[in-house]
């Protein structure tokens, strides 16, 4: 491969080498960021994505099927370099877009597994490389060289990141080469070969900034910033999404609604983030480029997600309009994807933690036990969210919601609080890796004694407390030959085998459970109940379960205190079904909170909040076996008495 791109900070051997002060690592590590490191992340995102590169082009162009009927490799490869060498803005800014990332990690991983079959709904493998042609064809026309390249067609489909997206003529077929040609101002493409013969080429006059039925442009928001005016890409072209297919908007929705609607949102969203977090403004501002658009979420689900090798893109769900305080609960995502845009090019930096298979930790954000990888995401991320809360409490929000901020504060506090302090523990991690999170629990700590508004911080508590026994009484399994002792004990007659700690419950191993779902249910309850426009709705819903996804009609009487009628509802759920129904986490977690307190049933309260998943186990096993289903609240209210735990 002839030529290559610039770099600085060579190591002997050549390659690019970077690394931060030890300042601008502890300020990464504590959370925060700034401007200026965000620049460097950024230089040595440049660095890393080239190293990419260069192993791409040079296990593409040892495979003959990488290529199939398109250009050769070094052609598209020294069309780059020529562009480089004009202007190295224009191809720093086509080599660091998120979409370039993920294109480059997949389709490195593609050439490199030996053997592997291609998927029914896969391209070819020349299809997947052939997204390098297609970066050197849009750097060269926004740098005005002319050229001549054969580049992959999706469905009738050229895809120029950055400029737009062609549809062509001819006999369409999924994958095919088109040819696409740029001189004196005007590109031309069409189908190569017999697909295109007797069809018109598309023409386009560059720069072609508005849309024709042959030309699609990439939209754009507006956003005004201290240091001038940004352009945030509306990612909704191009094969190389998050959710590639999805379409975000709302089937009665315009274009013009939907850049406005994202306007309206990014603008408030980042006005107040400025206002009561000014570092996570900035942090924002020098990370974010692109958002993708996902379709509208529930009230208070808001879907975001960041890839690690897509530092500066985000997905996030469309905007509906109705959202209660959206401006905030979108600065929060804003703040969390930014946080992981940082991690991720921290991460390709340094090691953080050795190699991390199997193991898997408890999030209390999360359905599912996470990797170390992912907890170490999870806890970065969520420290800048909750210091975004922090600062909208703080910082003078709208009365209207100021319990909804207080209650995010206390819940994303609580969260970290719970796991930082046994995450810093783990032996996998890396010496930075500890210094890492040691950082974060120091500023997370540092907010511990805050006050919060009582009624939020007890609501906050008892969600992370319900969170924790949901997921434990899903993803924990006790000793199989336990659980058949006890119910076979059971079954022959409780009353007689009540001995206080007869039984010793040695600890669960994990296993995940694919069915837990929802497990933050009732926490979203108690945000539409903070929330004045959302309170109303939540009363005169037809289906609950719709509104919230895992709610029921026990959790509304759990958190307006009527204990007695949640716990009838919940106990006839778990008799219906035998216990072993797919949600029935949180409604073993639901009937523990609605026996607290209560007279008579201090041992089934004590159980259920001990090891809630052997109740689950040994309540299923009776049922299974039995002819008919016993009180869930007898049986853990034995278990409590005759099991002591590990």
Not at 102 to 109: F, G, P, T, V
Not at 177 to 199: I, M, N, S
Not at 399 to 428: C, G, I, M, S
Request: glycine residues 8%; proline residues 8%.
């Amino acid at each position: 491969m002839s030529g290559s791109f610039s770099t600085s900070g060579r190591s002997a051997e050549g390659l690019p080498r970077h690394g931060l002060p030890p300042r601008h690592f502890d300020s990464l590590a504590a959370g925060r960021g700034g401007g200026p490191v965000i620049a460097h992340l950024w230089d040595s995102e440049r660095s890393h994505r080239l190293v990419l590169f260069g192993l791409l082009t040079a296990t593409a162009g040892s495979r003959p099927d990488a290529l199939g009927p398109l250009s050769g490799i070094d052609e598209a490869w020294n069309l780059l370099v020529a562009v480089e060498r004009h202007s190295g803005v224009i191809t720093d800014e086509i080599l660091l877009l998120p979409e370039t990332g993920r294109w480059l990690r997949s389709c490195l991983q593609r050439l490199q597994a030996s053997g592997r079959v291609r998927k029914p709904d896969e391209p070819p493998l020349w299809v997947d490389v052939g997204h390098l042609h297609l970066l050197a064809a849009a750097a060269a026309v926004r740098a005005g060289l002319p050229f001549e390249l054969r580049v992959p067609a999706r469905d009738g489909q050229v895809w120029l990141p950055t400029l737009g997206c062609a549809t062509v003529h001819g006999d369409i077929a999924a994958w095919q080469p088109a040819d696409v040609v740029f001189a004196t101002g005007r590109l031309t493409f069409a189908l190569a070969g017999a697909a295109g013969a007797g069809h018109d080429p598309v023409r386009v006059e560059q720069p072609a900034t508005e849309p024709t039925p042959h030309w699609q442009v990439p939209r754009t928001l507006p956003l005004e910033l201290p240091e001038g005016p940004r352009s945030i890409v509306l990612h909704d072209l191009g094969p190389y999404r998050m959710q590639a297919g999805a379409d975000g908007r709302p089937a009665d929705a315009t274009e013009e609604d939907t850049v406005r609607r994202w306007t309206a949102l990014l603008h408030s969203s980042w006005s107040l983030l400025a206002r009561v977090d000014p570092g996570g403004a900035e942090d924002v501002s020098a990370c974010l480029r692109s958002i993708e658009p996902l379709p509208a979420a529930r009230p208070f689900r808001w879907h975001s997600a960041t890839v690690e090798d897509g530092m500066g893109g985000m997905a996030a769900s469309e905007p509906t309009g109705t959202e209660p305080a959206a401006a905030a609960q979108f600065a929060a995502v804003l703040t969390h994807e930014a946080q992981h845009s940082k991690l991720s090019a921290l991460l390709h930096m340094y090691s953080l933690h050795t190699p991390d298979v199997a193991h898997r930790c408890y999030a209390p954000w999360r359905d599912d036990p996470r990797p170390l990888r992912g907890m170490l995401h999870g806890v970065y991320a969520f420290t800048g969210v909750a210091r975004f809360w922090r600062g909208h409490l703080l910082g003078g929000c709208d009365p209207e919601e100021e319990a909804l901020a207080a209650f995010e504060y206390a819940l994303r506090r609580a969260q970290l609080l719970r796991v930082l302090p046994v995450l810093v523990q783990d032996d996998r991690l890396t010496a930075l890796g500890r210094r890492l999170v040691g950082r974060l629990l120091e500023t997370v700590g540092e907010w511990q004694r805050e006050p919060v508004r009582a009624d939020c911080l007890e609501a906050a508590e008892r969600a992370v407390e319900d969170h924790r026994l949901s997921w434990r009484t899903h993803h924990l399994v006790p000793d199989p030959d336990l659980v058949v002792d006890l119910a076979q004990e059971w079954r022959a007659g409780p009353a007689e085998a009540a001995t206080e700690g007869a039984w010793r419950y040695p600890e669960p191993r994990l296993l995940p459970d694919p069915a837990a779902r929802h497990l933050d249910a009732r926490a979203v309850l108690v945000r539409l109940r903070l929330a004045p426009a959302t309170a109303e709705q939540l009363r005169t819903a037809e289906s609950l379960g719709h509104l919230v996804l895992g709610a029921r009609p026990a959790d509304v009487h759990l958190l307006d205190g009527d204990l007695p009628a949640a716990e009838r509802l919940y106990a006839a759920e778990i008799r219906a079904q035998g216990g072993s129904a797919a949600e029935s986490g949180t409604v073993w977690a639901g009937l523990g909170r609605a026996l607290r307190g209560r007279p008579g049933r201090q041992e089934a309260v004590r159980a259920l909040t001990r090891h809630p998943e052997l109740v689950r186990h040994v309540y299923a096993s009776i049922s299974a076996k039995g002819d008919s289903t016993p009180d869930p609240v007898a049986v853990a209210g034995w278990l409590g008495r005759t099991v002591a735990a590990y």
